[in-house]
């Protein structure tokens, strides 16, 4: 059995993109080992659907640079004494590396010095990542050597694989040759939502008009700027409510901000919850929110809550990126200005106001989602994996390159 070699410095129970890819492969009839960061759980090794998952007990506080430095480093010396140790016996034919960091692409060097081939899945795009998030001027030192990095990373790989086309194309335009791209979107795995049954209990009965947000808690997503908007809109919104499922640093300003605006009995805030009941949750609500914040970094994001929102049959309320947007048309998906509160609350107030809107929308978001949606992208990834190793099937020769 040809065996597949997966590393990301994530907890891979939590990490969609990489799941999906591993149990893709696993469905294929690929073997398929994990090396990724140790869960609360304390596992050292463990098998999840048929993926073998090891585990570096690292922990992931993030905060400073000098802490995301100690992590990438503490990961990239783990990952580089692994793999080639596993590689004695399991001799991987392909080793696919996950952002970020870029570079954790050179912990494969031994797996490439004993034969595999290298894919390189550029989740984000780090120059663009520090920019936003620690304020790093485009023109600085710090952003040209993340260039660098990058290109050397992506020049490194056989093989690269981007989220969307515009980053791609930004990909190119900093020197990553095209015919050596392939384009793997975040979409959702239909299968997991089409059994999905409503949770035993939700904050309120099925009547009620619920917009709702499932992911992490951080600044970048908006979820103030949601609440604000609510706020500016409730009272013109009889019976609706505001719900944000999830963890994070923002949680308690979150349930703050809600209280000071007097929002505490329509705008829950329903903590973490479990992978398997977020179908259910979505079944339940109304609308899919996605007030994501605009900057550099974030107008290129495709967040994969997206596409869960569109296969769970839900119009979507969404700030206007400039990758969401290239994919998706006003007549699909619910566009709102980014970073204004004002603009979203009118855009809650049309789409609540406006059931026919609402089921027009459900019906063009799944239209247009058809070219993209995971059944695709998994025979793109599959086959992109056959050229590496074997021959490529003919289901998988029917698939176009790039969307």
Not at 203 to 216: C, E, K, L, Q
Request: glycine share 6%; aromatic share 10%.
């Amino acid at each position: 059995m040809t065996a597949i070699c997966m590393v990301v410095q994530a907890f891979y129970d939590t990490d969609v993109r990489v799941r999906r890819k591993a149990e893709a492969l696993v469905g294929a009839g690929y073997s398929v080992d994990v090396l990724a960061l140790r869960g609360s759980d304390g596992r050292k090794q463990y098998v999840l659907n048929g993926v073998n998952v090891r585990t570096l007990g690292l922990g992931k506080q993030r905060g400073s640079l000098v802490r995301y430095l100690f992590e990438y480093a503490a990961f990239f010396a783990w990952a580089l004494v692994t793999i080639p140790a596993l590689m004695r016996r399991r001799r991987y034919a392909v080793i696919d590396v996950n952002t970020l960091p870029d570079f954790l692409i050179f912990a494969a060097i031994g797996g490439r010095f004993l034969g595999a081939r290298l894919v390189l899945d550029m989740h984000e795009i780090t120059p663009e990542f520090y920019m936003s998030k620690y304020g790093v001027a485009e023109d600085s030192w710090v952003a040209r050597l993340l260039r660098f990095q990058e290109r050397i990373s992506f020049n490194f790989a056989d093989r690269v694989l981007t989220i969307n086309k515009p980053i791609e194309d930004l990909f190119v335009a900093r020197g990553l040759p095209r015919a050596k791209s392939t384009i793997v979107m975040n979409a959702a795995d239909e299968s997991r939502f089409a059994s999905a049954t409503a949770p035993a209990t939700t904050p309120a009965d099925a009547s009620t008009f619920a917009m709702i947000y499932h992911g992490t808690l951080t600044r970048i997503y908006g979820l103030d700027l949601a609440i604000e908007a609510f706020g500016l809109v409730h009272d013109q919104m009889p019976g609706a409510e505001l719900w944000i499922l999830g963890s994070g640093t923002e949680s308690a300003p979150l349930a703050a901000q809600a209280q000071r605006l007097g929002l505490s009995n329509t705008v829950k805030l329903i903590g973490q919850v479990p992978p398997a009941e977020i179908p259910g949750w979505l079944r339940r609500a109304t609308v899919g929110i996605l007030p994501i914040r605009q900057d550099v970094f974030l107008d290129l994001a495709f967040p994969n809550k997206l596409p869960e929102f569109i296969v769970s049959g839900k119009p979507v309320i969404v700030s206007r990126l400039k990758a969401i947007s290239s994919y998706f048309s006003d007549d699909a998906l619910a566009y709102a200005v980014p970073n204004s509160a004002e603009e979203l609350g009118k855009t809650m107030l049309r789409v609540y106001r406006e059931p026919a809107l609402r089921d027009a929308l459900v019906r063009q978001a799944r239209l247009e989602y058809s070219a993209i949606r995971w059944d695709i992208m998994k025979r793109r990834y599959l086959l992109l994996i056959e050229e590496l190793v074997g021959p490529v099937t003919e289901q998988a020769r029917s698939v176009p390159s790039r969307v």
